[in-house]
């Protein structure tokens, strides 16, 4: 069975910071991981996935993350933090058969101070 | 535009009562889902289909059933509500491929008194 791991409850960054929210991942065969962002009472909203190719995927509101595959992590990365990235975010991951459901990890919460 | 909604928004209920969350989406997906969010969980699967008249159990299935009659609507029912189904609920659904992302609603905050 597939499992995610998001080894940080929380992470504080300073506004214009680089930010890292780190996630782990097992999975038989290869995966397809996801990153989604929650705002306060909504639903998540997609972010970026990784499903082959570049280690470094591009996503939306300048997020990317980088697949490794060695380490099974993918850590989403910010170049430069907005308080406005203020968020709860998830990582899951898809087996590349078997059940069409993701996994998710518990969530990181994510605070940019201004 | 395409959307998924889930009602009621917020639902207050009794012990031992019967609760029905619907979940209906126009973007013709096939496969729908059921979570639950809770503290320090994350988002965990309750039941999913991948089609009409198909259904699966996740990992926390017990006490919640579904159907699906259509294409469009996912009802979970909770045959007789319990508090520790207090949580915040979560309709997707995705397109047939594995490493398409799902498309969320905006989630039912239901409270078990």
């Known amino acids: 069975a597939q499992s995610v791991a998001q080894p940080e409850d929380q992470v504080n960054v300073a506004e214009g910071n680089p930010l890292t929210v780190k996630c782990t991942y097992s999975v038989s065969g290869n995966p397809y991981l996801f990153w989604y962002v929650q705002y306060p009472n909504r639903g998540l909203q997609f972010l970026l996935k990784?499903?082959?190719?570049?280690?470094l995927v591009k996503g939306s509101y300048g997020f990317e993350a980088e697949f490794n595959k060695s380490q099974t992590s993918f850590h989403l990365k910010k170049p430069s933090a907005l308080v406005s990235d203020s968020a709860l975010y998830f990582c899951a991951v898809n087996p590349s058969t078997g059940r069409r459901a993701l996994t998710f990890g518990s969530g990181t919460r994510l605070q940019v101070q201004p | 535009d395409a959307e998924i909604t889930q009602s009621p928004r917020h639902k207050i209920t009794e012990t031992g009562r019967q609760v029905t969350l619907a979940c209906h989406q126009t973007w013709n997906h096939n496969n729908m889902f059921w979570y639950r969010q809770d503290l320090g969980h994350g988002l965990r699967l309750i039941h999913y289909?991948?089609?009409?008249?198909?259904?699966n159990k996740g990992e926390v299935s017990d006490g919640y059933s579904v159907s699906r009659s259509n294409t469009e609507d996912l009802p979970l029912t909770l045959e007789s509500a319990a508090s520790s189904q207090t949580s915040v609920y979560f309709c997707?659904?995705?397109?047939?491929?594995?490493?398409?992302?799902?498309?969320f609603g905006q989630g039912t905050r239901l409270t078990v008194v």
């Open positions: 289909s991948y089609g009409v008249q198909d259904t």
């Open positions: 990784y499903i082959t190719g570049d280690n």
């Open positions: 997707a659904s995705s397109e047939d491929s594995l490493n398409t992302e799902a498309f």
